[in-house]
């Protein structure tokens, strides 16, 4: 098709206001518009009171799937002291069209984000869409940890066996093999998953309180049954981090997790290679290298509580972060 010299005219204006604009466009940000709407919890995938912090390679919502696995990350409150409070790792990829919101943000070299929210942005050469100022009067609270009824009987399941549980108050979960549970609410002192063991929420809705830590190994497997949404398998866990540090929650390397988690008095820490679907909310988020996070049902309004309970000052990466992901033994 030949374009008439009046067409030329009026295209060449065009394209010089396209051009400044692309050249007005901030070093490491590409051109795509902010979103005005106030945050909602509904939207997180992960969450925090304080800080969130991921390692080298992670991923938010694989390429192929639909918009619906890929929410937003944010951190509720500014810190009374300390570092940056979202930290994303060397080559980590957010999706584009999210937002990241906090008082401070720190993009490691090519990591990938959308739109930013934050008043402090530290750029070691990644990638965002845009920048606004945080929302600090906006940000929804943290989805609630009710106190668990009083203990009951601990329960032990050996490796290689499967014991089926009836709603109720527990003691010590320690599961070395399956654990199913029936439809509705439990209680645990604590819940422990030894190397390769599974925890299995039957169809129907599993609601699980947990007074003290949760703690995983390896290869573990956290689901709902049939392929429910993880909505229909909702863990809170009220404990706090540990004296010397150890988080209320940690989940071990190569696990799959697919459930609505809440820990809004401690730390969830996100071993390496796992594979997270739902949402997560914490006092602090710590992910190690390669973990991959797909949204799914998120958070209900109606969950939030007041903030945790522990000092909102922050601590260096080499002593909490470090403390709570490199603490494993590395892979070459």
């Known amino acids: 098709m030949k374009l008439t010299n009046s067409c030329r005219a009026h295209m060449i204006p065009l394209l010089t206001i396209t051009a400044a604009l692309f050249l007005a466009v901030t070093p490491g940000m590409y051109a795509s518009p902010p979103t005005d709407a106030p945050p909602n919890i509904s939207t997180f995938v992960l969450y925090a009171e304080r800080s969130v912090r991921l390692g080298e390679h992670n991923r938010v919502g694989e ?39 906090s008082p401070s943000v720190s993009l490691d ?38 106190a668990p009824a009083a203990g009951g009987p601990a329960v032990t399941v050996p490796p290689f066996q499967t014991v089926t549980l009836q709603p109720g108050s527990y003691g010590d979960l320690v599961v070395g093999g399956r654990v199913r549970l029936n439809p509705g609410s439990y209680s645990f002192s604590s819940v422990t998953l030894s190397n390769f063991a599974r925890l299995e929420a039957e169809d129907g809705g599993v609601q699980i309180a947990i007074a003290g830590a949760f703690t995983t190994g390896k290869e573990t497997t956290i689901s709902t049954d049939s392929d429910e949404r993880a909505d229909q398998l909702n863990i809170s866990v009220s404990g706090s981090d540990g004296a010397t540090g150890t988080p209320a929650v940690t989940l071990g390397e190569h696990s799959k997790i697919r459930a609505l988690l809440a820990a809004p008095n401690g730390t969830i820490s996100f071993g390496e290679e796992m594979h997270a679907k739902g949402a997560f909310a914490g006092f602090d988020i710590v992910a190690d290298d390669h ?26 990466p080499t002593s909490a972060w470090r403390s709570a992901c490199r603490s494993r033994t590395r892979k070459g």
């Open 63 to 101: 390429e192929e799937d639909e918009d619906d696995s890929q929410g937003d990350i944010g951190v509720r409150s500014a810190a009374a002291s300390g570092g940056t409070q979202v930290m994303i790792g060397r080559n980590s990829h957010l999706p584009e069209d999210r937002s990241v919101f």
């Open 109 to 146: 070299d090519d990591a990938v984000a959308g739109n930013l929210e934050t008043d402090s942005l530290q750029n070691n050469g990644g990638h965002f869409s845009s920048q606004q100022s945080f929302p600090a009067s906006t940000m929804p609270s943290l989805p609630l940890a009710p």
């Open 291 to 316: 973990v991959d996070f797909d949204f799914e049902s998120g958070f209900s309004a109606s969950s939030a509580t007041t903030h945790g309970q522990q000092q909102l000052v922050l601590q260096t």
